[in-house]
């Protein structure tokens, strides 16, 4: 770690000035996200010439654009496609990923699914909303059943997308969803995923009130906030009840947000099995050439 800042210098050492303001609402979750990357990349001594930043389009994907480093704003969905081709043409760099969760679990859905199966080694910062936010309030995949948005207007119907349950499946080395008003929780995860070699997937569950909390009647600011922490219940504690619970105490939990880490494995990322089948055939050409050669 290097020498100890305060969250102003941490943001004078980070932000591209020029940018600011940002195009956020009061009360959006996704400035947040911005401070907690900070300070994972202070606390990890990180090079900023070593990172590179990644995003589609959407509120969320404006991030890189205020970060003083190299970034791709790219186009809606595409993040990660993009975000592979930097890791491809230079494995060294520190890949991190700004998305929505209409830009990842929507219209980027399949490259989702790709990058987390390869385990491709990028830090994917999921800022779920449970809405289409920039363009005014559509329904998400990741929108709980009975919603209103837009498109939605009578609720809705369909059942969401649990996309951290998906990364897990898809055998992803890194897997977390914490929501963004606990500072401390997502900054630790951020680390870890850099830190981790294969595809780190960290879901932060960042308010919007402009076009989410208002439709739904989540009142002012401070009451859509809290209602992330009322309704979301770390892993652990979800399991104890519902093996050891009462059925009440079952029935309570049940629609709640699982939070906390769902998967921190160490396996190798798809460049660094990349880099070993390269190895391997060198080392036959090699044995044919000096079989050759006899
Ligand atoms: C190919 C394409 N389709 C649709 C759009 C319009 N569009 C821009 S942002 C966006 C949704 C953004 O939602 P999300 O990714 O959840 O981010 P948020 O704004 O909520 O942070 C859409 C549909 C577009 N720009 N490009
Ligand atoms: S529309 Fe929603 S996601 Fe976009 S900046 Fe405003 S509060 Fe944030």
């Known amino acids: 770690m290097t020498e100890m800042i305060d969250a102003e210098q941490l943001r004078k050492k980070y932000l591209r000035d020029g940018m600011l303001p940002t195009i956020f609402c009061n009360g959006c979750g996704h400035g947040n996200a911005i401070d907690y990357t900070f300070w994972a990349i202070e606390e990890l001594g990180l090079d900023m010439d070593k990172v590179a930043f990644a995003s589609g389009i959407g509120c969320s994907s404006r991030i890189p654009g205020y970060i003083n480093a190299d970034g791709l704003h790219t186009t809606h969905g595409r993040a990660l496609a993009f975000a592979t081709g930097i890791k491809a043409a230079n494995p060294e760099l520190h890949v991190i990923v700004f998305t929505g969760d209409g830009d990842c679990a929507g219209i ?24 289409y936010g920039m363009t005014g309030g559509q329904l998400a995949p ?30 992803a080395a890194y897997v977390a969803r914490w929501p963004i008003s606990y500072p401390y929780q997502p900054i630790k995860s951020i680390k870890e995923g850099i830190q981790n070699r294969g595809f780190a997937l960290i879901e932060l569950m960042s308010p919007c009130p402009t076009a989410y909390g208002r439709r739904n009647k989540l009142g002012k600011i401070e009451s859509l906030w809290k209602w992330y922490e009322d309704n979301t219940i770390l892993i652990e504690e979800y399991e104890r009840i519902m093996d050891y619970g009462t059925e009440e105490e079952r029935k309570n939990v049940k629609g709640m947000f699982q939070i906390g880490v769902f998967q921190n494995v160490k396996k190798a990322g798809f460049f660094e099995e990349y880099d070993k089948l390269v190895q391997r055939l060198i080392e036959k050409d090699d044995a044919k050439f000096k079989g050759g050669s006899k």
């Open 142 to 171: 990741t929108a709980p059943k009975g919603s209103i948005a837009t498109t939605s207007p009578y609720g809705n119907i369909e059942e969401a997308f649990n996309i951290c349950e998906l990364a897990k499946a898809l055998g």
């Open 108 to 131: 980027g859905g399949n490259h989702f699914i790709h990058a987390a199966r390869r385990n491709i080694d990028m830090t994917v910062l999921l800022l779920n909303n449970f809405i």
